[in-house]
């Protein structure tokens, strides 16, 4: 299984990006799909994640301005990244947990290479 992550980039203070993350190969259903993100300095946290019945998650310091979304047809999660701040600035990772076969509930961790956005004050 991989994780392809694409978007991201550099973008002003106010601005709007948007970031994807397809999976690849073979699995039997995906039950979560989020984004975190770690600037420098700092750990990993998570920035949304969304259900397979669609009830999202988000971090109190992103509320009102990301949109995390999937396509499960395309196995692919989406973050719509609004009114963005210069402390917005990391590496962002997508993440999803995956039910790999039939005989088997346990749900796999899989991560994205990570894609850096960067927002200029």
């Known amino acids: 299984v991989q994780l392809q992550a694409s978007g991201g980039g550099l973008v002003q203070a106010g601005g709007s990006l948007s970031l994807a993350c397809a999976a690849s190969?073979?699995?039997?259903?995906?039950?979560?799909m989020g984004w975190y993100r770690q600037a420098p300095g700092k750990e990993r946290e998570l920035v949304a994640n969304?259900?397979?019945?669609?009830?999202?998650t988000y971090a109190d310091s992103v509320k009102g301005r990301f949109t995390i979304s999937r396509d499960n047809a395309k196995n692919t999660v989406y973050l719509q990244m609004n009114s963005l701040k210069p402390e917005d600035t990391a590496v962002y990772y997508c993440?999803?947990?995956?039910?790999?076969?039939?005989?088997?509930?346990?749900?796999?961790?899989?991560w994205g290479q990570g894609t850096l956005v960067t927002v200029s004050s």
């Open positions: 969304i259900m397979s019945g669609g009830t999202t």
């Open positions: 993440n999803m947990k995956l039910r790999r076969n039939a005989y088997s509930s346990s749900l796999y961790s899989y």
């Open positions: 190969g073979s699995f039997l259903s995906i039950s979560a």
